[in-house]
């Protein structure tokens, strides 16, 4: 079945661009949105660039819809195809080493979906053209100026700094103002079998650089703080039988400024016992009993890595998913199983700033539309392949109670271990997206509530 996914009239300066996507196909921008010269609001800001001297506001909106003139193809890599060993070299191209050695080693078969077309939200669009030409880099290689919007929308391969600034739309990319889960973090053994992991509620809210400035928590701001998480465990409990740190409760703060040690508090529960403890966040520990980082479960600090930018290339890679639910397996039960597609991404390498860091590098391949992270391939200190990470996302005309979403729905993630031979997977069974939480759930007395 067909769906039509609509989307509602912004205002850009005095004209008003409209859009409508089908699933699964690209959207082309109308006419008068395909050149904005003739846009007040955005010609005054419109600063000739050094590509070809396209306006700043043109190449920015492309960025943003990259498939108005049709999706990306490759020889041979065609919606319907299936990719496996037999055929393996036709994808040579669009898969990095690692993966590519998994589908001509059997271990793995692609199927080709035809390319998504997800433009976020016109507010974040908005705020991209209205403030991105008065941000920068300071000196340490933090942002100045930023307020609301992609920090960079243009990237130039040939500036030193490119990779930096990749990391930085990452961390601000558009994710929705809030997010609830559902969802359970399992390890599986090489054969594919569970052996333990638990199931947890996970809250985040962003208290800062809306791009509708009413939606920011002003006391969060005044701290300094960009967002908040919550994480309550549901299954076992108490979760001390997995490990100590696991604990009933968890609540983190993330603030804005990149330096700023992230807060953390979790409760910890074993029979009648419940205590509230601070713990220190340390994103280079192994997670809990997970063959994981925190990192790699968390986040990280942009400033304990050098980013380079490496390319910006087409790519295969995971497609939306057309459902709610994401399907992983092959060896190690960790690749994802639903159809791939080709999109443009940019190839990030990040090299640990200490020198004893687990991981010797790491590069990332963010989606360029929506930069989002699509896989990750983790390296030793030797240079040894150690860790892959890859994401899936729902396409939010296909998940239930998404066709006002404007963001990919994370509904499943996967980490193949390749020194350990096992896989973890964090599994989503229900998310919401932009359903407001009072500010003070995400406090120490919600947590002893909960913790109770």
């Keep these: 079945m067909r769906v039509l996914w609509r989307w509602s009239s912004f205002c850009l300066g005095?004209?008003?661009?409209?859009?409508?996507?089908?699933?699964?196909?690209?959207?082309?921008?109308?006419?008068?949105?395909r050149s904005t010269e003739s846009v007040p609001a955005v010609a005054a800001a419109s600063k000739q660039t050094a590509e070809e001297g396209t306006p700043f506001a043109e190449q920015v909106l492309h960025s943003f819809f990259p498939y108005q003139e049709g999706p990306p193809r490759l020889?041979?890599?065609?919606?319907?195809?299936?990719?496996?060993?037999?055929?393996w070299q036709i994808a040579q191209e669009?898969?990095?080493?690692?993966?590519?050695?998994?589908?001509?080693?059997?271990?793995?078969?692609?199927?080709?979906?035809?390319?998504?077309?997800?433009?976020?939200?016109?507010?974040y669009i908005t705020a991209t053209l209205e403030h991105a030409q008065d941000v920068s880099l300071d000196e340490t290689g933090n942002l100045a100026q930023y307020r609301a919007g992609l920090p960079f929308p243009l990237l130039d391969a040939a500036d030193?700094?490119?990779?930096?600034?990749?990391?930085?739309?990452?961390?601000?990319?558009?994710?929705?103002?809030?997010?609830?889960?559902?969802?359970?973090?399992?390890?599986?053994?090489?054969?594919?079998?569970?052996?333990?992991g638990?199931?947890?509620?996970?809250?985040?809210?962003?208290?800062?650089h809306r791009t509708?400035?009413?939606?920011?928590?002003?006391?969060?701001?005044?701290?300094?703080i960009l967002y908040k998480e919550f994480m309550q465990v549901l299954h076992p409990v108490p979760a001390i039988t997995i490990h100590p740190q696991l604990g009933l409760v968890h609540l983190r703060y993330w603030y804005d400024q990149d330096?700023?040690?992230?807060?953390?508090?979790?409760?910890?529960?074993?029979?009648?016992?419940?205590?509230?403890?601070?713990?220190?966040?340390?994103?280079?520990?192994?997670?809990?009993?997970?063959?994981?980082l925190y990192e790699d479960l968390v986040g990280t600090y942009v400033h304990a890595y050098r980013w380079r930018l490496v390319d910006t290339r087409v790519a295969l890679v995971p497609g939306f998913v057309q459902g709610a639910e994401p399907l992983f397996g092959g060896r190690r039960a960790g690749y994802p199983l639903d159809p791939w597609e080709l999109r443009t991404v940019h190839v990030v390498e990040a090299v640990p700033q200490r020198a004893a860091h687990p991981y010797g590098r790491k590069v990332f391949f963010f989606d360029q539309q929506t930069f989002a992270p699509l896989y990750v391939l983790s390296y030793d200190r030797q240079g040894k392949h150690w860790r892959t990470e890859f994401f899936s996302y729902a396409h939010p005309a296909f998940y239930p109670g998404g066709k006002d979403i404007r963001v990919p729905i994370l509904i499943g993630r996967s980490w193949i271990d390749f020194t350990a031979d096992h896989a973890t997977l964090a599994l989503v069974t229900e998310a919401t997206y932009n359903k407001p939480l009072p500010p003070d759930f995400f406090t120490r007395a919600n947590m002893v509530r909960k913790g109770k």
């Design 14 to 33: 005095s004209v008003m661009l409209c859009w409508s996507c089908e699933a699964g196909r690209s959207a082309p921008l109308p006419s008068s949105a």
């Design 75 to 87: 020889t041979g890599i065609t919606p319907g195809a299936a990719l496996s060993r037999g055929n």
């Design 94 to 123: 669009a898969l990095p080493p690692e993966i590519l050695d998994a589908v001509r080693d059997g271990e793995l078969t692609l199927l080709v979906q035809d390319t998504s077309d997800l433009p976020i939200s016109p507010e």
């Design 160 to 196: 030193p700094r490119a990779g930096l600034k990749a990391a930085w739309n990452a961390r601000y990319a558009d994710r929705g103002d809030s997010v609830q889960r559902w969802e359970s973090l399992q390890v599986r053994n090489e054969a594919g079998q569970y052996e333990y």
């Design 198 to 208: 638990f199931s947890f509620f996970y809250a985040q809210a962003y208290g800062m």
């Design 212 to 224: 509708k400035p009413e939606h920011d928590i002003s006391d969060w701001e005044a701290e300094g």
């Design 259 to 292: 330096t700023r040690q992230v807060a953390q508090w979790y409760i910890t529960g074993y029979l009648s016992i419940h205590r509230l403890l601070t713990l220190v966040y340390n994103p280079e520990a192994s997670a809990w009993r997970f063959p994981l």
